[in-house]
């Protein structure tokens, strides 16, 4: 106990803001989660009020006087900050945040019995660097010549001063996400050596809830690919600041010049692992609730992890289907179309271990399996579109239509923000003592879960008929106008889906102060995070918890007059 | 915190907490490096030409370089001996030099980069042999500058963080707060700061010598 210091003067600097403890880390990435995740979501709808009723002065209620422009429309200029800011918020600062920054350091250590995380001063700096990298992504704003918009993705040349974008924007935009890998590396280390080092006696890999081997899982990917992309992160930058040509070639360099496509190589070396690191917190999010409100053991739980693990491998070696349409020989181009369908095997094992959890179960459809079955259902259409993407002959067609698009908000945003609800709606007694709403909880579901749906489904058809991504203007060929009504209903789908997270926020703050007060364990779940009194006290456990049950004993027929049982209790008759 | 806590010592054996933090993070940064000097080998292939070694670069006085920072990597090894022997004052003396071979080290190279970037007659002709424009050898020339720059730059800063890192640790030493049975702080820097020398020795075999 002396390794964690019980200041004995609690100032506010050192238990809200400088806080070394992993739970108060785990709700400032939450916060700042939540803040990003609408800011990003205020830019899509802009970037939709444009789609729908191109160079339309923006009405007040979308804050139209402060969008610069001629009589407050959206200018081309503007558009493209919007979509480039629009996803790099959404991935690395909101993303990121609410289900490795919240959850991993929340859930962790509660979840395998330890008192804080392996090193929690580098938690804390891990965090505060994180804040630093997105004071320095917004203060791009306040240039002359505005922030990054050269897409999520920054290829070069565009992104650099030479191939086309005027101005620092694009190198705030490379320095904040080197400082926000900096602080992800910070936290991969924390996660990693955390769950190798401290599981509580008896707490083997495979008792483990599986929401704990999907964080580990994904801080193992962090470890890896980060570094990589910091890589490529560094050289765009001094292509961009003191003028090397890594990332130029052809009449732009002179003197020899560089290969863009290096960039784009790098970039998605780390970019397809990262589209797996935000999921694998969610997958296993996922795996574990469906045991507890199913009340039944998850099925096939070391399969699933051993699914999980294959996808972790296979990930890092398919990055080049983002990348067919770039000259690659047929051959290469096939090999990667075969990696990637080999994929969908451990993908659909797991899938189908969840579909067998629910089965014959006695499900309990509160608010965080609303959420958790509704990742089952965007992420089998997500998945399902990933195989035509996957598939070369289709995908130098579906390429950078809005089809991609569709397919990524499913499997990304739509899982994620599922799963991050999920995570909320479930941990949230346990992290602010308080239930949530349980009305508003499901209206604010089932207005997600329709409109979207709705939402990104149409995409994907405008996508199917043609229409290209980060296009400015739509209506501008003759091919594109019969989707115009498409494109009205798809965005005021997307304004009734912001609306349902405002809704969200007020039931998130108001049960924050008056929300009915939770019992210890409401859902009677198995897992350590439940056992001990709320508030959970710096250094969670008085001692260090003796494991001898897997989290899934749900229903066990020798458990007397309950269907659950703590992971530290012996169930008398089992071996 | 490695004593609070209890640990399971069962996976890496009986390597300490902050140690596996240290050999993650250098699996991290070594990922990094590798990164940026295989890109840069790559570039090298595609490229239509590429100066050939010791032309322009100064092969000799980096060799010195070199051997100093080996020798610092040398001299940390002697400050752990000395802890182990309860030695105070030898651990103070061996991490003053290898502190000082950092410096001096990056001494060489703000002076190789100053020279550099001054340029003159003398350098222009031997650009010109190469190929490449200009009297000066900056980061903006060609896809050769991109490299050489990039690569030395990036372990020029690990060698100054490393020169940051064990002066913490000197000034932790003068308080002497290591003995014989505990010193893992010090070991720890030591990891850092072999692996830099030994990050060194690849880039100084790319850049230099091939
Ligand atoms: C299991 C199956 C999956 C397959 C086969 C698959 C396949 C693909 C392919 C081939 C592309 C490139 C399309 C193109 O640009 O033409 C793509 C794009 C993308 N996928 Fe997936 N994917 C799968 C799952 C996921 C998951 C789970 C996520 C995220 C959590 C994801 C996120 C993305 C993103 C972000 C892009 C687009 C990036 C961009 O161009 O901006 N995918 N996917
Ligand atoms: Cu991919």
């Given at each position: 106990m002396e390794g964690i210091k019980m200041s004995s003067s609690k100032s506010i600097m050192s238990t809200h803001i400088f806080s070394t403890d992993h739970k108060t880390i785990g709700k400032q990435f939450l916060f700042l989660g939540i803040f990003f995740l609408l800011f990003g979501g205020f830019q899509a709808l802009l970037i939709r009020w444009q789609l729908a009723y191109p160079e339309q002065p923006v009405p007040w209620w979308l804050l139209g006087f402060i969008i610069n422009g001629e009589a407050g429309m959206i200018t081309p200029d503007v558009y493209n900050q919007l979509f480039t800011m629009h996803g790099t918020i959404m991935i690395f600062w909101a993303i990121t945040p609410l289900l490795i920054g919240a959850f991993g350091?929340?859930?962790?250590?509660?979840?395998?019995?330890?008192?804080?995380?392996?090193f929690p001063t580098l938690n804390m700096l891990s965090f505060w660097t994180f804040f630093l990298s997105g004071v320095v992504l917004l203060s791009a704003y306040f240039l002359p010549t505005g922030a990054a918009s050269g897409g999520w993705t920054s290829y070069p040349p565009l992104s650099l001063p030479a191939g086309g974008i005027p101005g620092l924007g694009q190198a705030f935009w490379t320095l904040s996400i080197t400082l926000m890998g900096v602080a992800t590396m910070m936290g991969a280390i924390n996660y990693v050596i955390t769950v190798i080092r401290l599981r509580a006696p008896g707490m083997t890999y495979f008792r483990m809830p599986l929401s704990v081997w999907g964080l580990w899982l994904t801080s193992?990917?962090?470890?890896?690919?980060?570094?990589?992309?910091?890589?490529?992160?560094i050289m765009l930058l001094i292509d961009q600041l003191l003028g090397t040509q890594f990332f130029l070639a052809g009449r732009l360099a002179a003197g020899g010049g560089g290969d863009p496509l290096l960039f784009q190589h790098v970039f998605w070396i780390f970019g397809h692992p990262e589209v797996y690191i935000l999921i694998l917190p969610v997958w296993g999010i996922v795996s574990e609730l469906l045991s507890v409100f199913s009340r039944k053991p998850a099925f096939g739980a070391k399969v699933t992890v051993i699914c999980m693990s294959t996808i972790v491998v296979l990930?890092?070696?398919?990055?080049?289907?983002h990348m067919y349409t770039t000259g690659m020989s047929p051959l290469l181009g096939k090999t990667f179309m075969f990696l990637t369908l080999l994929i969908s095997i451990p993908s659909s094992i797991f899938f189908f271990n969840w579909l067998a959890t629910l089965w014959r179960g006695s499900l309990h459809f509160d608010p965080p399996m609303l959420h958790t079955m509704a990742v089952i259902w965007v992420f089998a259409i997500g998945g399902l579109t990933g195989l035509y993407n996957a598939t070369v002959t289709?995908?130098?067609?579906?390429?950078?239509?809005?089809?991609?698009?569709?397919?990524?908000?499913?499997?990304?945003?739509?899982?994620?923000?599922?799963g991050g609800y999920a995570a909320i709606a479930h941990w949230y007694p346990r992290m602010f003592g308080r239930m949530l709403n349980p009305l508003l909880s499901k209206i604010h579901f089932w207005g997600t879960f329709i409109t979207i749906n709705l939402v990104f489904f149409n995409m994907m058809v405008t996508g199917y008929a043609g229409q290209h991504r980060r296009l400015y203007y739509p209506g501008e060929f003759e091919f594109l106008q019969p989707l115009a009504d498409m494109n009205i209903f798809i965005t005021i789908m997307a304004f009734f889906l912001g609306a349902f997270q405002i809704l969200f926020l007020y039931n998130f703050i108001h049960s924050m102060l008056k929300g009915k007060v939770a019992e210890n364990n409401p859902w009677k779940a198995n897992t350590l995070e439940w056992t001990m009194d709320y508030p959970i006290p710096h250094g969670n456990f008085s001692t260090i918890p003796q494991v001898v049950n897997g989290p899934h004993e749900y229903s066990n027929p020798n458990i007397k007059d309950a269907d659950w049982v703590c992971?530290?209790?012996k169930i008398e008759g089992d071996s | 915190m490695d004593q609070a806590i209890p640990m399971n010592k069962t996976f890496f054996g009986n390597a300490t907490t902050g140690k596996l933090g240290m050999w993650l993070f250098i699996v991290m940064d070594g990922l990094t490096f590798g990164t940026i000097i295989i890109g840069g080998l790559g570039l090298r292939i595609s490229a239509a030409s590429w100066p050939v070694a010791g032309s322009i670069l100064n092969v000799p006085l980096t060799a010195f370089n070199t051997f100093l920072l080996i020798c610092s990597s040398f001299t940390m090894v002697m400050a752990l001996n000395s802890i182990v022997k309860d030695d105070q004052k030898g651990l103070i003396k061996y991490l003053a030099f290898t502190i000082a071979g950092g410096v001096i080290f990056l001494g060489i190279q703000a002076w190789e980069y100053s020279h550099f970037i001054m340029g003159g007659e003398h350098l222009g002709n031997l650009l010109a042999a190469a190929g490449l424009p200009g009297s000066q050898f900056l980061p903006t020339t060609g896809i050769y500058g991109s490299v050489f720059y990039a690569t030395t730059m990036f372990h020029g800063l690990h060698v100054l963080s490393g020169v940051i890192y064990l002066s913490v640790i000197l000034s932790m030493a003068l308080k002497q707060k290591f003995t014989s049975n505990n010193y893992d702080r010090l070991e720890i820097a030591g990891l850092f700061w072999h692996f830099i020398d030994l990050v060194w020795i690849l880039v100084f075999t790319v850049i230099y010598l091939i």
């Open positions: 350091n929340f859930l962790i250590p509660l979840q395998i019995g330890a008192k804080d995380m392996a193992i990917l962090n470890v890896i690919f980060v570094p990589v992309i910091a890589a490529g992160l990930s890092s070696i398919v990055w080049g289907h289709a995908d130098i067609y579906l390429h950078d239509t809005m089809f991609v698009v569709g397919h990524f908000h499913y499997t990304m945003a739509a899982s994620v923000l599922f992971q530290t209790v | -």
